[in-house]
């Protein structure tokens, strides 16, 4: 039997991941441990794990270095590859938004935008191209997004919102939603056909925890 690989996430989605495996009878305690080797096992179930940036994750799918991922859809949204979306994993949720100064509130159609900065270039433009059918300037910044129209880079951002506390604390408001954001399991194309049983168990397994950790939050 061969191993089945899974990339994870690094940063806030990999304790929340290996909690949701090993609730499917998945053991990562070599992966909980602070051991430097790049790739990290489960013997018993024959699971290998590795963790990379998450815009790498669906790379690493895409290509079949890894059989799944689990990754946030922002990442998905800006990265377009070409795989399966099976499961929506209701952790680290958020919504993609555009923001701006609040005078711009309400008033998005009747202003020329022309600048837009953002961490998601791809992201920015096919929503200004395809929904509002406007050709604009993407700047990308890697920082602080929200300081670009505080200093005038640019008009409005497109950026990730959680409570909405920073945009609020520096006079800017949320002026469109472009998408709900959260971790989703992410499946090779070429894998799920030759490990279908075994990857859709997992899927099934994980689905079963959310539904029922659901059950108890109502």
Known sequence: MRYITIALAKGRLTELSIDLLEGAGVDCSELKGNSRKLILTDETNKIRFFLAKPADVPVYVEYGAADIGIVGKDTLLEEGRDLYEVLNLGFAKCKMCVAGPKELEGRMDAVSITRV???????????????RRESVEIIKLSGSIELAPLVGLSEVIVDLVETGRTLKENGLVVLDTIADISARMIVNRVSMKMENER?????????????AREGTEK
Do not use: D, G, N
């Open 199 to 211: 990857i859709s168990r997992l899927i099934e397994s994980m689905r079963r925890q959310l539904e």
């Open 117 to 131: 900065a953002t961490k998601y270039p791809e992201v920015a433009r096919m929503y200004f191209r395809h929904k």
